[in-house]
């Protein structure tokens, strides 16, 4: 089994942390830089930003903050969220991000991730997948911050992007997004049967049970924010229980 990476997610607008629920009514929950720092130190292996505005003024306020983090963390840190084109992804880089993850500009200009990949390592790719289930019983890719469906499945659309250069995926179901009921097993038990990424699974986290149950299937890490955001647990009790 391979080791499990213990993640922080969060998620930023404007100035603050927020957290919602399936990908949608954001609430403040905290200053970035106390939540990073906290996480941290309380023994996460990596954190990523996600910018869910992506706007000028939130861009610069990145800036800070990954500026101020640099002097007193020392995990990987991945930035997402609004990257439309190549000179987004080296700003991001030069910034001193060790991953992307990108999401919507993937279905409007897929050849962006050989361009990545080919500049600075498949492994610096991040795939972020917003997962819901239809109906009919498969699930689709949403964009736009859950907002838009894609109508593309999600199997297929992994697949696609593995060949194109990806290199990890961070896959959310927006169905448990926020709702601290699990993660959603089916989802992850899919994805691991058609690709050998690493896979982060996000959403639904409520308690260290949830690990347990998905660990099965091999994943590369978990994500976690409101749970972390609320200091509910930590990651060094994470992992202490889980023996990691």
């Known amino acids: 089994m391979n080791h499990l990476r213990i993640i922080s997610r969060i998620d930023l607008k404007n100035n603050y942390v927020v957290k919602g629920y399936h990908l949608e009514g954001w609430k403040e929950v905290g200053d970035p830089i106390d939540i990073a720092k906290h996480n941290y130190f309380n023994g996460c292996d990596e954190i990523i930003f996600i910018d869910s505005v992506a706007s000028l003024f939130s861009r610069k306020k990145i800036v800070d903050i990954i500026r101020e983090l ?31 993850a990108i999401n ?4 409007e200009n897929p050849d962006i991730i050989s361009q990545i990949s080919n500049k600075y390592g498949r492994q610096t790719i991040v795939l972020s997948i917003q997962a819901k ?3 009919d019983g498969n699930w689709y890719a949403f964009k736009e911050t859950a907002r838009d469906n894609t109508n593309i499945n999600v199997l297929e659309w992994i ?31 899919q994805v691991k049967k058609i690709t050998n990424l690493p896979i982060i699974a996000c959403g639904g986290f ?5 690990i347990e149950k998905i660990r099965k299937f091999n994943i590369s890490g978990v994500a976690i924010s409101k ?18």
């Open 70 to 100: 640099s002097k007193d963390i020392f995990i990987p840190i991945t930035i997402g969220g609004g990257i439309r084109d190549t000179k987004d992804v080296d700003d991001m880089f030069q910034l001193g991000a060790d991953k992307i």
């Open 104 to 107: 919507t500009i993937c279905f």
């Open 133 to 135: 289930k239809n109906s």
């Open 159 to 189: 697949k696609k992007c593995e060949n194109l250069g990806v290199g990890e995926l961070l896959i959310t179901s927006i169905d448990n997004d926020g709702c601290e009921i699990g993660y959603e097993l089916d989802l992850y038990k």
């Open 206 to 210: 409520g308690g260290v049970q949830d």
């Open 227 to 244: 749970q972390f955001h609320l200091k509910k647990i930590t990651a060094n009790v994470i992992k202490e229980i889980l023996e990691l």
